[in-house]
Structures are given as structure tokens and as C-alpha cells.
């Protein structure tokens, strides 16, 4: 069922592209892995935002090539929380001397290198966790985000900020008007399969409610454009339309 399962998502997964043009004051790049996003924000230095799953380093290498990207030019790389399908290959990208940049509240998760409690969201995601990936290699971020993080060392103009919701150590990163938020809400109708960018209740979230008040606050902020782990990107008003604002 694993197999037939990773046939399928294999055969839906988009091509590497350039997920959001530079109109939108900042490029970003996506590679679409085995079970989650990979971004490339594009700065000074080129920005990674998650890592996919344990054992995907040469899938990314080979995906970042496609738009540009050799991960040696890459100073940074956030990831937006410790699940085995985003931060699985952080402790590979570390030992290519990228600086891996986490939140403190997934220090213990990340130091062992286990996803964790999933609290799914509803019994298609109860269904879903059998298959997921549960390890991933552990890791020490180099940067551990209790609040704010200023990403110009990376090379970007943003910054990272702690948010909680997914997981207690979920971060977003902020780049002008558009914001990457990980798996705060995913995208997609059908497990993502259709309409990739229409906003979705994401599967799984250990504070919901939490999660979705971080949502309508990057709202408030006046985000335009949110990037996200699985589908998307998904534009303001639809964000607003399912979440509120
Ligand atoms: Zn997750």
C-alpha cells in the first residue's frame, strides 16, 4: 500500500519551478520531493526553506539544479518545523556546511530525530500517518529561533519568526509581502491532487487553534502570497476566505 501510494504522489508531483516570480518582489523556487516542499528563496545567497524527508539530499540537488540552484551556493536553510517529511534532510544539508535555522520549541524533537505525535485533523489524515515517515537523521540548528531571527546573514531580506500552532517549534519566514508558513494550512482538494492552491485545514496540527490565529495574523500583516509545505502558494483573499482574517 506504501508503494502504491508513493506511485501515485510520484506521478502528481509538479516539475521544479519557479513557484513565485520576482513581480512579487522576491523569486522563489519549489521542489516538490516525495511527501513535501523544498523552497529556494532567492537573495543575495540563495535561502532553503525545509529539506524533505531522510535520504533525499541527491533528489534535491538534482531538483535544485533544474532552476538554478547548486545547494554550494547556499549559506541558510530554515526549517519550518521538526516533522521526519521537513526536516529530514537538515542534518545532510549541515554537513555540507549549510547553517540549518529551527525553532527552539522543536530542539528535543530534532535532537532526536523523531516526528512525533501526529493530531490529525480529521480521518483521511488518521488514515494518512500510517505512511508517513516517523525518523528522520537528528540535528542541532545552528540558528534556534525563540522569537525573531534577522535572515541578512543568509543573504535575504526577511526574517524568521517563531510562531507555534503545527508544532511548538514552527516557524515562518517573511520575505516582503509573501511568507512561507510551512504546514500552518496546506493546499490542495483530494490530499492536494486538485486545485494545489485553494487554501485546506492542514492534516495534521498539534494547536489547532493556535496554528490558524498565526495565519490570520501573517493576514494582518499584510502578507499577499503564502508558500506552502504541500501545494499552494495560496493568494490573500483565499487565505482570508477559509481562515479569516
Ligand atoms: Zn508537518
Same mark, same amino acid.
Request: proline share 4%; charged share 20%.
Given at each position: 500500500?506504501?508503494?502504491?501510494?508513493?506511485?501515485?504522489?510520484?506521478?502528481?508531483?509538479?516539475?521544479?519551478?519557479?513557484?513565485?516570480?520576482?513581480?512579487?518582489g522576491?523569486?522563489?523556487?519549489?521542489?516538490?520531493?516525495?511527501?513535501?516542499?523544498?523552497?529556494?528563496?532567492?537573495?543575495?545567497?540563495?535561502?532553503l526553506?525545509?529539506?524533505?524527508?531522510?535520504?533525499?539530499?541527491?533528489?534535491?540537488?538534482?531538483?535544485?539544479?533544474?532552476?538554478?540552484v547548486?545547494?554550494?551556493?547556499?549559506?541558510c536553510? /530554515? #526549517?519550518?518545523?521538526?516533522? *521526519?517529511?521537513?526536516?529530514?534532510?537538515? @542534518?545532510a544539508?549541515? %554537513?555540507? =556546511?549549510?547553517?540549518?535555522?529551527?525553532?527552539?520549541?522543536?530542539?528535543?524533537?530534532?535532537?532526536?530525530?523523531e516526528?512525533?505525535?501526529?493530531?490529525?485533523?480529521?480521518?483521511?489524515s488518521?488514515?494518512l500517518?500510517?505512511?508517513?515517515?516517523?525518523?528522520?537523521?537528528p540535528?542541532?540548528?545552528?540558528?534556534?529561533?525563540?522569537?525573531?531571527?534577522d535572515?541578512?546573514?543568509?543573504?535575504?531580506?526577511g526574517?524568521?519568526?517563531?510562531?507555534?500552532g503545527?508544532?511548538?517549534?514552527s516557524?515562518? /519566514? #517573511?520575505?516582503?509581502?509573501? *511568507?512561507?508558513?510551512g504546514?500552518?494550512? @496546506?493546499?490542495g482538494? %483530494?490530499? =492536494?491532487?486538485?486545485d494545489?492552491?485553494?487554501?485546506?485545514?492542514?492534516?495534521?496540527?498539534?494547536?489547532?487553534?493556535?496554528?490558524h490565529?498565526?495565519?490570520?495574523?501573517?493576514?494582518?500583516?499584510?502578507?499577499?502570497?503564502?508558500?506552502?509545505?504541500?501545494?499552494?502558494?495560496?493568494?490573500?483573499?483565499?487565505?482570508?476566505?477559509t481562515?479569516?482574517?
Amino acid at each position: 500500500m506504501r508503494w502504491f501510494l508513493i506511485v501515485l504522489l510520484l506521478g502528481c508531483r509538479p516539475d521544479p519551478r519557479i513557484a513565485v516570480p520576482a513581480s512579487r518582489g522576491v523569486a522563489i523556487g519549489t521542489v516538490t520531493l516525495e511527501w513535501s516542499n523544498v523552497h529556494a528563496v532567492f537573495g543575495e545567497h540563495v535561502l532553503l526553506v525545509d529539506t524533505g524527508s531522510q535520504g533525499e539530499l541527491y533528489q534535491l540537488e538534482q531538483g535544485m539544479k533544474q532552476i538554478g540552484v547548486r545547494l554550494g551556493d547556499v549559506k541558510c536553510a /530554515v #526549517v519550518t518545523h521538526g516533522h *521526519a517529511d521537513h526536516a529530514g534532510t537538515a @542534518r545532510a544539508l549541515q %554537513l555540507k =556546511g549549510i547553517r540549518i535555522i529551527a525553532g527552539a520549541g522543536d530542539r528535543a524533537r530534532n535532537a532526536r530525530g523523531e516526528h512525533g505525535a501526529h493530531n490529525p485533523t480529521g480521518l483521511f489524515s488518521r488514515m494518512l500517518a500510517w505512511f508517513l515517515p516517523e525518523t528522520y537523521k537528528p540535528f542541532t540548528a545552528d540558528v534556534v529561533v525563540t522569537d525573531r531571527f534577522d535572515l541578512a546573514p543568509c543573504g535575504v531580506a526577511g526574517e524568521v519568526i517563531a510562531v507555534g500552532g503545527h508544532t511548538a517549534g514552527s516557524v515562518v /519566514v #517573511v520575505v516582503g509581502k509573501v *511568507a512561507l508558513v510551512g504546514d500552518l494550512f @496546506r493546499g490542495g482538494r %483530494l490530499a =492536494g491532487f486538485v486545485d494545489r492552491t485553494e487554501p485546506m485545514v492542514h492534516f495534521y496540527q498539534d494547536d489547532k487553534a493556535h496554528a490558524h490565529e498565526q495565519i490570520r495574523a501573517l493576514v494582518r500583516r499584510g502578507v499577499e502570497l503564502f508558500v506552502l509545505g504541500h501545494g499552494g502558494p495560496a493568494i490573500r483573499s483565499e487565505v482570508i476566505e477559509t481562515f479569516g482574517k
